[in-house]
Each structure stands twice: as C-alpha cells, then as structure tokens.
C-alpha cells in the first residue's frame, strides 16, 4: 500500500485548495493509497509538517502553487520519499514542467497513482551569509526579482493588477547594472536588465525563460537579458511566453554546474520565493529528488 501524505495550503486556489485536496485524498484512498493531510498555515510550518511527513510517507504531494511546493521541497528532499504536486496555484510552473495533467482534483489524483517515481535534479542556493535554499525551477535577478519585491510591498491593488503596478513602477526608475558571473570557474562580466538560473525552464506562469532547461541533465541554463532600451525590454520580455526572446541579440545563454551571481543592489527569488541580496552561488544537484512525474 502507497501512504501519501498531503501538505495543503488553505489560501492557494483563492482558498479553495483545502476542497481540492480532501477530493484528492478520496480518490487516491479509493485506489488502495492511505492518505494523511496537514493544513499549514506559514512557509515554517509548510517545510516542518512536509519534513515530518517523510517519516512514513512514501508520496508527500505539495497543494498549493509554486509557493508551496518550493516549501515542501525544503523538507522532502534528501529523503526517500517521493515529491508530489495537486497544483491549486495561480501559475502552477513546476507542475507543468512535471508534466502534470491539466485538470480538476481527481484527474490529478488519478495521474498520481498511473504515474511512475523518476529522479531529477534539484538547484541549491547558498547568500552570502550561508544560508541555504532548494530550488526547481527558476531563480530571477534584476527587472523581474525588483517586480517582486515592490508588488510585495503594495497592500492595493490585489491579484494580477498588484503585479501591473509594480511592473509600471519599476520600467519607470530600472536601469542596467554591472553584473559579475562566474560559471564552473569562468567569469563574464557586463550589464544586465536581468539574469535567470533556470534548473526548469518556466516561472511567472508560463514564461520559458531558460527555454532549454531540462531537469534531468545535471546542468543549469543561465539566460542573461543585456542593457537595452525599456521599449527593447517591453518588446521582448513578451516573447518569454514562446521561448523566443533567446533569439534577440542582446540575450545571451550559457550553462554550467557551479554559477556565481553578483551584481550590486540586487534581488535573488527563486520558484517565485525570495532568496536575498545578491551575491549568490548556486549548484546544481543531479538526480537529488524523486518525483511522482509524467516526463519522456
């Protein structure tokens, strides 16, 4: 029997992830699973009740968004459970870069038990204080990462248009900065709008802006925005959608195991969590994390 466990935050899925994971547990309890859940309430109490979890459970499924499974994946890995996701988020990006099914509860419910565990790789992010994070799939600095940070920080307008008004604030004042970068020992300099460490490709729900990430090939793919103008930057910060905007000749891709990130005043988020000031390292961990997943 296949005991499972379900990490739920109530607040996801514009409070409706609690109904979305007791559907969940039913159909899975139906196909022979025991299912337990918790309900957290904080970021601390996501990672204790998940670290907890893999004590006896076999599958621990994050319920939520990205949030959430980024809080989960501090407690799961590095043990022998397995990580699962009912995405009840807004964007849902390491869902999808999962292969997760579009769907309500019992469609993913029903995929969970059909799908089979599989390895991937895990992102590990180190501050210049020594403190640690996991990471799936995206970290962000620059434009986007200082997006974040003044969205954060407006209590009005909610949703979508929170994120508008920070966007518009931010092109208003944003200017290039000098960023250092050191992958596997060799170092490039030179300015930057933004510069993403994809170990996935997508954050932002959908953006593929490190469009040849593959978390199964032991490398991260850094995508690097130059100084452009801001009607360069409204022109083709749209093309992250496709994965197009790494054909634009101020946008330079490169990969590595080992990535240094510096560059002064600036903002590291990763899966759409703030990390802290840069300067940051990162590696990659191949093969880290089992994963309840649907990939060829």
Known sequence: MTSAALIVNPRAGKGRAADQAAQCA???????????AFLCHSVTDTIE????????????????????VNAVLQGVVGTSSALGVLPCGTGNDISSTLG?????????????????VISIDVARVTTADGATRW?????STGFDSNVNERANAIRWPRGT??????????????????????IDGAVHEGAGILVS??????YGGGMRICPSAD???????LTWLGEVSKATLLKVFPRVYAGTHVTHSQVSTLRGKHIQVTAPGQIAYADGERVGPLPISIEVHPAALKVVAALA
């Open 161 to 182: 248009a929170r994120y508008i008004t920070a966007m518009l604030a931010e092109l208003r004042t944003f200017t290039a900065r000098p960023y250092s970068i050191a």
């Open 49 to 68: 009740s998940a670290r907890l979890a893999t004590q006896s459970a076999d599958v621990v499924i994050a319920c939520g968004g990205d949030g959430t």
């Open 135 to 139: 990471y799936l799939g995206v970290l």
């Open 215 to 221: 978390i199964r090939d032991g490398q991260l793919d």
């Open 100 to 116: 997760m099914p579009k769907g309500n509860a019992e469609v993913i419910a029903k995929a969970l038990v059909a799908m089979p």
């Open 197 to 202: 460490v994809g170990n996935g490709p997508r």
């Open 26 to 36: 039913q159909v899975l309890n139906q196909h022979g699973w025991h299912t337990r």
